[in-house]
């Protein structure tokens, strides 16, 4: 496979003294990496010129994003076009869109590979990718996902609540924290921000947005064990 170097880019980190954006040209693809690992392949050029211009763009949205002063962790979410294609967004900062034919060419579907990669990237924002956060506490816990039919409620943050943003509720942890949720049957892992309180079952621990809940595997069952991490916020 022919793989071409086409250029680093260094973004400062609280948690890590220098981390680095790459570009790597495949046959057929452009990778987008961060720390020396994988977010995702853009394998379709889009309205640009190649998939390396296309992947150029959204690196540099991404970027953006990791230096970024973020006062309070931003909320990582999912929005539907009208076109059939998924927006990936950081707070308000629009990150990339996952149009029909990149999920054709995953072999895939618009959604899933868009909360793929959203969840590999938020994977690295937090440093989880190079195990380079800090856990402030840790337990083990009962996960339920939240219904659909609750889009567009606000929750305890204010926020509106979305299936398709990477949040959750949790009766007493403070509104804000971000949480590293792994399924240990599978191995899993998705990061969630708590902006709401609940469950309100009380064999219950922690409650998912849908989309967090497709990720770890468990929206067929409803509930699964899960491992609880708090990650210690000190992004600068």
Request: proline share 4%.
């Given at each position: 496979m022919l793989m071409v170097l086409l250029g680093i880019f260094a973004v400062a980190q609280s948690t890590q003294a220098k981390a680095q954006f790459a570009l790597l040209e495949e046959r057929g693809a452009c990778a987008i990496l961060y720390d020396g690992r994988v977010l995702f392949r853009v394998r379709y050029r889009g309205p640009f010129a190649s998939c390396e211009e296309r992947a150029r763009v959204i690196l540099k949205r991404l970027q953006d994003a990791f230096s970024t002063s973020w006062k309070s962790p931003p909320t990582f979410r999912l929005v539907r076009e009208k076109s059939g294609g998924i927006s990936a967004f950081c707070g308000e900062k629009r990150l990339f869109s996952v149009l029909p034919e990149d999920a054709s060419s995953n072999a895939s579907n618009p959604l899933?590979?868009?909360?793929?990669?959203?969840?590999?990237?938020?994977?690295?924002?937090?440093?989880?990718?190079?195990?380079?956060?800090?856990?402030?506490?840790?337990?083990?816990?009962?996960?339920?996902?939240?219904?659909?039919?609750?889009?567009?409620?606000?929750?305890?943050?204010?926020?509106?609540?979305?299936?398709?943003?990477?949040?959750?509720?949790?009766?007493?942890?403070?509104?804000?924290?971000?949480?590293?949720?792994?399924?240990?049957?599978?191995?899993?892992?998705?990061?969630?921000?708590?902006?709401?309180?609940?469950?309100?079952?009380?064999?219950?621990?922690?409650?998912?947005?849908?989309?967090?809940?497709?990720?770890?595997g468990i929206v067929e069952e409803g509930i699964s064990t899960v491992h609880i991490e708090v990650i210690a916020w000190h992004r600068k």
């Open positions: 899933d590979l868009a909360m793929l990669w959203l969840n590999n990237v938020q994977l690295a924002f937090y440093g989880v990718s190079g195990r380079t956060f800090k856990v402030a506490r840790e337990f083990d816990g009962t996960a339920s996902f939240c219904h659909p039919k609750f889009d567009g409620r606000r929750t305890a943050s204010g926020e509106m609540y979305s299936s398709y943003a990477f949040t959750a509720a949790h009766r007493t942890l403070p509104v804000g924290s971000v949480l590293l949720v792994t399924n240990p049957r599978n191995g899993r892992q998705v990061v969630v921000k708590v902006n709401d309180r609940g469950p309100w079952r009380k064999n219950r621990t922690i409650d998912l947005s849908l989309i967090a809940a497709k990720v770890l």
